[in-house]
């Protein structure tokens, strides 16, 4: 198959912006064995935790540490070997079921969980991203792989080689699968977003079974060609271009659950109503254009229609990644 792409415009766009997930147990915190020297008798009389917690990152003596140790469960009773946590410091029911006692202490950049030391969320800051501990803040990340810039944009010239649509669709890989959409946005060349009357176009998406891609062999001019039918494609809304990275919010776009670990999202033009060239590139995007698709709706010689391309980069050029962003949220 062959891609025929002409470079129309060449201009730089505007530069745009830019809960606490569940703790994990911190690497090398390992629990010690119960040292005897902190036992204190359960009693109806014996101060609850809250009582006797000291301040955190206080350094625990003798005493201090059989203050932090005093703790009940019900009626004066604890749970034998249960271990529990009362600030920073990680507690034991003896066999007895009548005392607890200290069995360390988390440094001040861990925290204190479930009985044990866990990694403590870097979320400081942060509506969204990396928590630092495997998890995300607010429970949503924000997948940005351009640096602002739109550099110059690719489509279909020519009476024999023009269809009838092009999808400009990027692929992202998510952390996990079932995540919801929050935003799209993307960078558009200036002269589409002010042509008038708007151009309009479909933004759909695909998980990623319902795209079929192939590596190419050593041979191959392409780097990787993908393709997926018209009724696997997913439409969200008809929507304009916005001013650069003016995201599409969780209220225009409804409820997008993605199955996968891997979404293709992107803008769906239909070409004869409009200039051809559509799909914005950004020069400085990560990894370039290993996973953006310019795909045209085609249609083979047994009447089989797809939207079959190969990726923007190839064997031998790599002109960059179409500048789309987006929100993805644990539901």
Known sequence: MTRVAWLVWACVGLAACAGDASVTPAAGSQ????????????????????????????????????????SAETAGLCTPMEKTCSGLDVLICQPDGKTVTLLKTCPADQLCSGGSCACKPQCDGKQCGDD??????????????????????????????????????????????????????????????????????????????????????????????????????????????????EPITKAALGTVVIPSETLFIGALFTVTSFPWFTCPIDAQATGGGVDSFMLPLVTDDKGKTTFQASAMK??????????????????
């Open 132 to 245: 630092g501990c495997g998890g995300l803040c607010h429970g949503c990340l924000d997948i940005v792989r351009d640096d602002g810039a739109v550099d110059t944009a690719y489509g279909y010239n020519g009476d024999k080689t023009k269809p009838s649509k092009v999808l400009c669709a990027a692929r992202f890989k998510l952390p996990k699968p079932g995540m919801t959409l929050e935003q799209f946005s993307a960078g558009w060349m200036a002269g589409l977003i002010k042509l008038e009357p708007p151009v309009p176009f479909e933004l759909v998406w695909a998980d990623g079974a319902a795209m079929t891609c192939k590596q190419g062999k050593e041979t191959d001019w392409f780097y990787e060609v993908c393709e997926t039918t018209p009724e696997k494609l997913q439409t969200i809304g008809t929507f304009t271009p916005k001013p650069n990275f």
């Open 31 to 70: 629990d010690v064995a119960a040292t005897a020297e902190v036992a204190i008798p359960v009693t109806s009389d014996t101060p609850s935790v809250a009582d006797a917690t000291p301040a955190t990152g206080e350094t625990h003596g003798d005493a201090a540490g059989a203050d932090a140790a005093a």
């Open 314 to 331: 190839d064997k031998d050029s790599n002109p960059g990644g179409f500048p789309f962003r987006i929100r993805v949220a644990i539901p």
